[in-house]
């Protein structure tokens, strides 16, 4: 295990619902590949914090990593909501886009 995961860990062991620590973490697990251990603590994140969306779509990147498009879809849908509540155009574009490209996915397999 990394430092920066054992780190971020005792941080959280400290402070259980810190969403920095919980978004840390769930980041570096992304990093390593370990796509499962990402999610959740990524969910973790969002149950504590109101996210502006970047959250939802690391979470959706990690659903397309394990080949669950419908729940990446899902992610980067509510990842719309939330960038039309905090008015972040762009990424409320962003996401449009690769639910597109996934759905794109499903018609192919």
């Given at each position: 295990?990394?430092?920066?995961?054992?780190?971020?860990?005792?941080?959280?062991?400290?402070?259980?619902?810190?969403?920095?620590?919980?978004?840390?973490?769930?980041?570096?697990?992304?990093?390593?590949?370990?796509?499962?251990?990402?999610?959740?603590?990524?969910?973790?994140?969002?149950?504590?914090?109101?996210?502006?969306?970047?959250?939802?779509?690391?979470?959706?990147?990690?659903?397309?990593?394990?080949?669950?498009?419908?729940?990446?879809?899902e992610a980067y849908e509510?990842?719309?909501?939330?960038?039309?509540?905090?008015?972040?155009?762009?990424?409320?574009?962003?996401?449009?886009?690769?639910?597109?490209?996934?759905?794109?996915?499903?018609?192919?397999?």
């Amino acid at each position: 295990m990394s430092d920066r995961i054992d780190m971020l860990k005792k941080a959280l062991e400290k402070d259980p619902e810190n969403p920095l620590g919980l978004y840390g973490l769930g980041i570096e697990y992304m990093k390593r590949g370990n796509f499962e251990e990402a999610i959740v603590y990524l969910k973790k994140y969002l149950s504590v914090y109101d996210d502006q969306g970047a959250g939802y779509r690391a979470i959706a990147q990690c659903y397309v990593e394990l080949g669950d498009i419908e729940k990446a879809i899902e992610a980067y849908e509510r990842g719309i909501e939330q960038a039309k509540k905090y008015k972040h155009a762009s990424m409320e574009k962003e996401f449009s886009q690769e639910i597109e490209i996934l759905k794109g996915k499903i018609g192919k397999s």
